[in-house]
T-cell receptor, first 116, second 111 residues
Framework: NAGVMQNPRHLVRRRGQEARLRCSPMKGHSHVYWYRQLPEEGLKFMVYLQKENIIDESGMPKERFSAEFPKEGPSILRIQQVVRGDSAAYFC??????????????FGQGTRLTVV | RKEVEQDPGPFNVPEGATVAFNCTYSNSASQSFFWYRQDCRKEPKLLMSVYSSGNEDGRFTAQLNRASQYISLLIRDSKLSDSATYLCVVGYSGGYQKVTFGTGTKLQVIP
């Protein structure tokens, strides 16, 4: 049973380009959370999704950032027109179907975005 | 005031020592508490949940003090492999279990 898979592991983008980060949850998990971790800082919640639904996006910046979790395929975190301040590690976590209990959330290895 | 506050450290301790971390939280409605471990440039992993009665897992003991709104993690007989950042996580149910991560406490165990 594969864990939470994130790709790419490392992503380099020039300022103004778009970044697409993918997260495939564990088998049987239908809840996905995205977090951002700036260097030397803690994890900051961005968005919580279930299949085809955004449940809580209170942590998402109002502009340039969007997330989706389609019926088929991975969850995507999309950052348009990236800026240097977007450089961070982006972690995805998933938890089982039918329960949003955090005890059972597992993290992917993260995508490290560097904006040059 | 931050929702979840931790001393960032670093805590430098010799092998075999006992070390304790505290974490304070501001939301009195918080219902769930966890300690996560994060190794350098890796993903966080659940270390243990924290229960009202306190709980122990091997060399690790977690305690919750609701009156003072803090949780603690005690590590006995520290090993070199315990070197990591320990994240305090506090949650409450607002329709779903919403959690807030502390910024973490860095532990370095020295030979």
């Amino acid at each position: 049973n594969a864990g939470v898979m994130q790709n790419p592991r490392h992503l380099v983008r020039r300022r103004g380009q778009e970044a697409r980060l993918r997260c495939s949850p564990m088998k049987g998990h239908s809840h996905v959370y995205w977090y951002r971790q700036l260097p030397e800082e803690g994890l900051k919640f961005m968005v919580y999704l279930q299949k085809e639904n955004i449940i809580d996006e209170s942590g998402m910046p109002k502009e340039r950032f969007s997330a989706e979790f389609p019926k088929e395929g991975p969850s995507i975190l999309r950052i348009q027109q990236v800026v240097r301040g977007d450089s961070a590690a982006y972690f995805c976590a998933s938890s089982p179907e039918g329960r949003a209990t955090y005890t059972e959330a597992f993290f992917g290895q993260g995508t490290r975005l560097t904006v040059v | 005031r931050k929702e979840v506050e931790q001393d960032p450290g670093p805590f430098n301790v010799p092998e075999g020592a006992t070390v304790a971390f505290n974490c304070t939280y501001s939301n009195s409605a918080s219902q769930s508490f966890f300690w996560y471990r994060q190794d350098c440039r890796k993903e966080p992993k659940l270390l243990m949940s924290v229960y009202s009665s306190g709980n122990e897992d091997g060399r690790f003991t977690a305690q919750l003090n609701r009156a003072s709104q803090y949780i603690s993690l005690l590590i006995r007989d520290s090993k070199l492999s315990d070197s990591a950042t320990y994240l305090c996580v506090v949650g409450y149910s607002g329709g779903y279990q919403k959690v807030t991560f502390g910024t973490g406490t860095k532990l370095q165990v020295i030979p």
